[in-house]
């Protein structure tokens, strides 16, 4: 039933290495989002998208990439990943349109370890 | 920037009685921002627990309250007698109405723990 999951939930990945966390929706929003969550901070946005094959940066870009192939999957890479890049990573999604145009609808989180 | 602040990283409560988090916002380039509570249970994802849009306007879900209070630039989330299913991080956020798809912020998370 669960409207946003993410894959994998927890990876352990290698410095200088590539990993990519999916995300799938079934809400049938347009808008899509990632996060990172780390001890002491706020979510922060790192990319979104509003439509297909199309992403935007958020306030937190570097070092991440985004794709968008379809509606429901929204995908978020890390060519390289380091050290610094070890945190919680929340998918999202929101209609961006009507009354609850602003309400996020969020997967369980990924956990990332980079060692 | 516009930002929001709560100072509790965890609380602890008895079950039954009340409960107060407290949520502080800076909106500087946004004149009325919609606020947020949500809710993240243990191995879930976070979820809505209530909204409002309104200055002067209370908000209530599942027994909790909060109001948007634009003089104190405050929206702290209170319930008058918690359960030890109330045990879950609360995230306050706040969005911007006009640009509402992609701009929100959110504070850093309010761990609730409720012991018997």
């Known amino acids: 039933e669960a409207a946003v999951t993410q894959s994998p939930r927890s990876k352990v990945a290698v410095t200088g290495g590539k990993v990519t966390l999916s995300c799938h929706q079934t809400?049938?929003?347009?808008?899509m989002y990632w996060y990172r969550q780390d001890t002491g901070h706020g979510l922060r946005l790192i990319h979104y998208s509003y439509v297909a094959d199309s992403t935007e940066k958020g306030d937190i870009p570097d070092g991440y990439k985004a794709s968008r192939p379809s509606q429901e999957n929204f995908s978020l890479i890390l060519e390289l990943a380091s050290l610094s890049q070890t945190a919680v990573y929340f998918c999202a999604s929101s209609p961006g349109l009507g009354l609850n145009q602003d309400t996020q609808y969020f997967g369980p989180g990924t956990r990332l370890l980079v060692l | 920037g516009d930002s929001v602040t709560q100072t509790e990283g965890q609380v602890t409560v008895s079950e039954s009685k009340s409960l107060i988090i407290n949520c502080t916002y800076s909106a500087t380039s946004i004149a009325y921002p919609n606020l947020f509570w949500y809710v993240r249970y243990p191995g879930e994802g976070l979820q809505l627990l209530l909204k409002v849009i309104t200055a002067g306007q209370k908000g209530s879900s599942r027994g909790f309250e909060a109001t948007y209070n634009k003089e104190t630039t405050s929206f702290h989330l209170q319930k008058a007698s918690v359960q030890e299913s109330d045990s879950a991080v609360y995230y306050c956020?706040?969005?911007?109405?006009?640009?509402?798809?992609?701009?929100?912020?959110f504070g850093t998370g309010t761990k609730l723990q409720v012991v018997p």
């Open positions: 809400n049938n929003h347009d808008y």
């Open positions: 956020a706040l969005s911007d109405p006009l640009n509402s798809g992609t701009y929100q912020r």
